[in-house]
């Protein structure tokens, strides 16, 4: 048990495989878990039930601009302040640049970028009061790359690399680190796209990623209090830097 045990830790997208791995994780570290979802509540409601003790699991529309501070709310007068925020979250609409309607660019930058900047902007002046606190976004290779579900997606991940930068920067005295992991074409999700194949072909190391080992690094970079204003790429070697 280090940094992480008796922390009240929020994480979005709960459903999904990163979400549910990182939760795993982070419940074997000893923090008390609120666990989000959008559209998947059952298996987020068998999840928390399995991880046990009084780890909550509750349902928001993160592409309502309001519902970011209600589900911040719940948390707390559940659970007390959120001291670990893991914006997890996403939203994938694969799309060709020409055919990008903007009630899909408006929908998928609310998800993907304007929810965890209303979660971050909720959570981080507790955590500065408090003098502890982790954020942690969930990013894409697509941000460095563009990737291959489009401008869209590609342009709501790398506006997360701006949110960390620009919190890391300002809070890095106060005991709060900001950081991001970029996974890349990760197995066990919903945001696969395209032909499986010709996918696995683009990863240097020849096959796809899993959940766990990206949530193996994501409690890496919670349990590091020296780590702050990076982002982290699991992504197989296709984006070396």
């Known amino acids: 048990m280090g940094d992480l045990a008796g922390r009240v830790a929020l994480v979005t997208g709960a459903s999904g495989?990163?979400?549910?791995?990182?939760?795993?994780?982070?419940?074997a570290a000893g923090a008390r878990l609120a666990l989000h979802y959008g559209h998947h509540g059952e298996a987020v409601e068998e999840l928390a039930a399995r991880l046990g003790?009084?780890?909550?699991?509750?349902?928001?529309?993160?592409?309502?601009?309001?519902?970011?501070?209600?589900?911040?709310?719940?948390?707390?007068?559940?659970?007390?302040p959120v001291e670990v925020l893991v914006a997890n979250a996403g939203l994938a609409r694969p799309r060709r640049w020409q055919e990008v309607e903007l009630e899909t660019w408006d929908e998928t930058l609310a998800v993907?970028?304007?929810?965890?900047?209303?979660?971050?902007q909720r959570v981080l002046?507790?955590?500065?009061?408090?003098g502890f606190g982790r954020v942690l976004f969930?990013?894409?290779?697509?941000?460095?790359?563009?990737?291959?579900?489009?401008?869209?997606?590609?342009a709501a991940k790398a506006g997360l690399h701006?949110?960390?930068?620009?919190?890391?920067?300002?809070?890095?005295?106060?005991?709060?680190?900001?950081?991001?992991?970029?996974p890349a074409l990760i197995g066990g999700t919903r945001m696969l796209p395209?032909?499986?194949?010709?996918?696995?072909?683009?990863?240097?190391?020849?096959?796809?990623?899993?959940?766990?080992?990206?949530?193996?690094?994501?409690?890496?970079?919670?349990?590091?209090?020296?780590?702050?204003?990076?982002?982290?790429?699991?992504?197989?070697?296709?984006?070396?830097?």
Request: aromatic fraction near 4%.
């Open 53 to 80: 003790g009084d780890t909550l699991a509750v349902g928001a529309d993160l592409a309502d601009a309001d519902a970011p501070g209600r589900l911040v709310a719940e948390v707390e007068r559940a659970l007390g």
């Open 162 to 182: 701006g949110l960390v930068h620009f919190f890391a920067a300002r809070l890095a005295g106060d005991g709060v680190t900001v950081n991001a992991v970029a």
């Open 125 to 130: 002046p507790g955590m500065r009061e408090r």
């Open 194 to 241: 395209g032909d499986r194949d010709d996918l696995v072909r683009r990863i240097p190391v020849g096959r796809l990623g899993s959940p766990g080992e990206v949530a193996d690094v994501m409690l890496a970079v919670l349990e590091n209090g020296y780590l702050t204003s990076q982002v982290v790429s699991v992504d197989g070697g296709m984006y070396p830097r």
């Open 17 to 27: 495989g990163i979400g549910a791995a990182v939760a795993e994780r982070l419940a």
């Open 138 to 154: 969930v990013s894409s290779v697509a941000a460095f790359t563009g990737g291959v579900v489009g401008p869209h997606y590609a």
């Open 112 to 120: 993907n970028l304007r929810a965890p900047f209303l979660l971050a």
